[in-house]
């Protein structure tokens, strides 16, 4: 079963439990029911449901497969192939891969695997994790690491959260670990810590998690637990990787004793621990969140230079990522000074505000068109938030 919101719900979808008003806890819909165009209008109108619950790509692969109708496959095969779809657009942007898709896609596996054993028997295999951070590591070591840029996964679907997530807060922080040179054994550790980071959220109730309304101090204080959960899991399961247990429990500290859930400081908090923070507030500020909306890449970067300056995240692996990532990260949207839409494709070295482009609309260029701002007479004006881009 999986999750989805309901303004994202596709006629089709079979409901794999009673839908219940979240209110006033009356039955809607029994469990099984195929919602219809009506239905789905209907619960918008006149009901306080904010998800349903609906089965898997597995519950319809397992031969449920022609009880849905063609739309709903198409809506399920976003689960797997729009990671997929995502990174083929890239080479399009001439930005060097970090790693394979074949790899992303293991590792994707791997992650369910484990929040699957969990539900099972609270503990979960650490030498499937080891291998496949092994085999990314290995990846990226092969290639130059001056000549890659980490590729963040987009997330569409709220129940993927938990995976895309940990993978992207493992690659990010790969990426941090070779530009501040660590070596092969510490990136196993720092890789195995980030993508493992956030385990401890399979123990706290979906309800709460993927709320859509502002949380209780109640609910936020459960939430809060997430690191003490995730590093009773890894000791469970055996992880064996100090470095990587420290980095789940305390990946919220914060260098000023402002993060949870200890209230730790300085030098309590390990350097591996610094990198997964960064990289960790880096995609939760680019990635669409229950409660709070998907962020320009920009707006990311001023957040932690603004962290590390208010002495809350690690200072050294800020300036890492701000080097590395530029002041606008591929992704950002922005005007020129002419009033020409563009996209961020690729830094500069050493030009950090005039990064390679390409033309969204303009009418002194083509759509599509490369530009090289450090080879052009032209500004960057302004950044457009999100919400103006879509
Ligand atoms: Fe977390
Ligand atoms: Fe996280």
Redesign the pocket.
Known sequence: MRWVRLKDALPGVVLTEDLKDEQEGVVIFKKGKKLSNADIALLKSKWNVSWLPVETLDEIEEGNYNAVDATLSSAIELKRSIYIEKMRELPDYEVPTTISVEIIKKALDTVERIVEEIDERGAFNPQSVKRIVSEVVNEIQEKESSNIQPILLKLRDYSDYTYT??IN?AMLSLYLGINLDLNRENLISLATGAML??VGKCKIPKEILFSERKLTPKEFAIIKKHPIFGYEIARESSLNDRNAEEMILD?HERLDGSGYPRGKKGDEISFFTSIVSIA?EY??ITTMRAYSNARNPYIAVSAIIEDAGLGKLNPDVANVLVKSMGIYPRGTVMYLSDGSKVVAIQQNPGMLVRPIVRVLESEKFEKGERLDLSKIDLIIESVIKKNETQ
């Open positions: 997530h940990s807060v980071h956030d990946h960790d995609d939760a």
